[in-house]
């Protein structure tokens, strides 16, 4: 996965109750060596999409040479810079999956179409991402709303704490919801300008060759400071000793401390270390947590993709669970990995389930 934040924020459109933004701070300590084996994520298969020839449009003169993204299956198409290519393989979660474009590894509009409750009510997702953006200390500093195609679109710029800005549109489609952002740039406006509805041809996803995809591991040996390994082993060895200062290095600030079944806030990555110490981890003595990166390890949850509770701002790179929390140790939790403004890996949220997760 790849994030950005209103930059790295605005990476995707999930279905969302809070968007927690991190901070920036250089890690500290280098990975500890732990008896823990190695955890393996086996990435499910996912339609892949790819950008297709450079097409010339009849409509206004655009600013860039065009290519058209095209999703046949939904209905929908827009035009993008030909510079512009799929980064990596389409993201699948249970309920959609999300497709990032732009030029090498830098983000430019992140494309996704998701299922909601209650389909086909635009009003009422809104709301519910202006909750999230409430919450979070975003502003909107504009919304319009227009019918494209007989299709009701409404597009918004969203002004983050740290003053960075992001383009949002969101659109009902029959049974799913479509949601594209980036940040807020001309070039952008630009493109979501041509978004279309209906046959659009052009580009069809086709799913990957199942042999291509391969487990990836998490080397806890790695001594680069600047990989999601390093930051993830460094995190999991300091939940399992205890040594806990090292923490702050990779946390980010704010830093989002969410509950099953209960609201989630926001604090500072001190304070939320001293919730951790002082009452999530085990009691002195007892086992250390266990952690695992195997999606087939996460439970069910009602079938609600964990990703959800961060909010469409907020992409995913890594999720740990782990089992073994409180006191009594009957508690789990799951740890949420995204990159900061500056493109750096951090330990952004604590998802935390007093008796565990519903199953």
């Given at each position: 996965m790849r994030l950005s934040k209103l930059a790295p924020c605005l990476a995707l459109?999930?279905?969302?109750?809070?968007?927690l933004s991190g901070g920036s701070q250089?890690?500290?300590?280098?990975?500890a060596e732990t008896e823990a084996p190695p955890v393996v994520i086996e990435p499910s298969?996912?339609?892949?999409?790819?950008?297709?020839?450079?097409?010339g449009d009849a409509g206004a003169p655009l600013s860039f040479e065009p290519a058209t993204y095209a999703d046949d299956a939904r209905g929908f198409a827009f035009e993008h810079p030909a510079s512009w290519s799929v980064i990596g393989a389409p993201e699948q979660q249970s309920r959609g999956e999300i497709v990032q474009l732009g030029e090498g590894e830098a983000v430019a509009l992140s494309i996704a179409v998701l299922q909601w409750e209650p389909v086909a009510d635009l009003e009422a997702y809104l709301a519910q991402r202006k909750l999230a953006w409430d919450a979070s200390g975003m502003a909107v500093l504009s919304e319009d709303r227009a019918s494209v195609d007989g299709v009701e679109v409404a597009r918004f710029v969203v002004q983050g704490a740290e003053g960075d800005a992001g383009n949002f549109l969101f659109a009902a489609l029959p049974d799913?919801?479509?949601?594209?952002?980036?940040?807020?740039?001309a070039l952008l406006q630009e493109v979501l300008g041509t978004l279309r509805f209906g046959p659009a041809g052009g580009m069809k996803p086709e799913p990957p060759d199942p042999a291509a995809a391969g487990p990836v591991d998490l080397d806890c040996r790695t001594d680069d400071s600047a990989s999601l390994d390093w930051v993830a082993c460094n995190v999991i060895a300091a939940l399992e000793t205890r040594n806990t200062q090292p923490l702050l290095g990779y946390m980010?600030?704010?830093f989002g401390m969410l509950y099953w079944r209960s609201e989630g806030l926001s604090a500072t990555r001190e304070d939320a270390l001293a919730e951790i110490e002082g009452t999530r981890l085990p009691a002195a003595g007892a086992a250390p947590p266990r952690f695992s990166t195997d999606p087939a390890t996460l439970p069910s949850?009602?079938?609600?993709?964990?990703a959800a509770w961060l909010g469409p701002e907020v992409t995913l790179e890594l999720t740990l669970f782990s089992t073994g929390w409180g006191p009594e140790g009957e508690?789990?939790?799951?740890?949420?990995?995204?990159?900061?403004?500056?493109?750096?890996?951090?330990w952004s949220h604590l998802f935390y389930a007093m008796?565990?997760?519903e199953r």
């Open positions: 459109a999930l279905l969302a109750t809070g968007c250089e890690p500290t300590a280098p990975p298969a996912a339609p892949e999409a790819t950008a297709v020839e450079p097409t799913r919801y479509l949601a594209l952002s980036g940040p807020d740039t980010s600030d704010p949850m009602q079938d609600v993709d964990p508690d789990e939790a799951m740890l949420f990995f995204t990159r900061d403004a500056e493109g750096a890996y951090r008796g565990g997760f």
